[in-house]
T-cell receptor
């Protein structure tokens, strides 16, 4: 199966700063890489995703980059706001299964 | 259009009891799946289904059964609950093309 590692496990930034979360995976056949945001007590919500034929994707303050050769992808949040505080999970789609990272707790200090 | 509906939202079981967690979707997706979420361990796949009549095991299938008789429903059965099954359970449906949607979750406590 796939092995997904996510770093860091916690991240604290000042409001307005940027935040970067990185995930690595092991199987080069994996081809879909979404990121989820989970607020306390709520369900994971898809915030951005990227497919293996694309290197970068942006959606307003959020971007995801993918390096297939190195087998890693990263979530970039610019101009962070207190409402960005949550747990973020990366995921990797591999042969009908999603494998999730262990999560990053992002704290944006006002 | 409710998306993904999970019931119940909360449940307390005694060790050895059985129960079924319900998941229903009205998005007409072929793929459905069950995850459990434990503190510090992210989401782990229990079972999944690529269509009616087809199910397969995920990372942590032991102690759980599933069936998929219709496209809409994908129930998860605990045959003999154990304290180690205390967790939050999420059902999800979708595809890499359309993205995945999670249900609101079931918080299960086994005492």
């Amino acid at each position: 199966g796939e092995n997904v590692e996510q770093h860091p496990s916690t991240l604290s930034v000042q409001e307005g700063d940027s935040a970067v979360i990185k995930c690595t995976y092991s199987d080069s056949a994996s081809n879909y890489f979404p990121w989820y945001k989970q607020e306390l007590g709520k369900r994971p919500q898809l915030i951005i995703d990227i497919r293996s034929n694309v290197g970068e994707k942006k959606d307003q303050r959020i971007a995801v980059t993918l390096n297939k050769t190195a087998k890693h992808f990263s979530l970039h949040i610019t101009e962070t706001q207190p409402e960005d505080s949550a747990v973020y999970f990366c995921a990797v789609w591999n042969f009908n299964k999603f494998y999730f990272g262990s999560g990053t707790k992002l704290n944006v200090k006002p | 259009n409710a998306g993904v509906t999970q019931t119940p939202k909360f449940q307390v079981l005694k060790t050895g009891q059985s129960m079924t967690l319900q998941c229903a979707q009205d998005m007409n997706h072929e793929y459905m799946s069950w995850y459990r979420q434990d503190p510090g361990m992210g989401l782990r796949l229990i079972h999944y289904s690529v269509g009616a009549g087809i199910t397969d095991q995920g990372e942590v299938p032991n102690g759980y059964n599933v069936s998929r008789s219709t496209t809409e429903d994908f129930p998860l059965r605990l045959l003999s609950a154990a304290p180690s099954q205390t967790s939050v359970y999420f059902c999800a449906t979708g595809s890499p093309k359309n993205g995945y949607t999670f249900g609101s979750g079931t918080r299960l406590t086994v005492v």
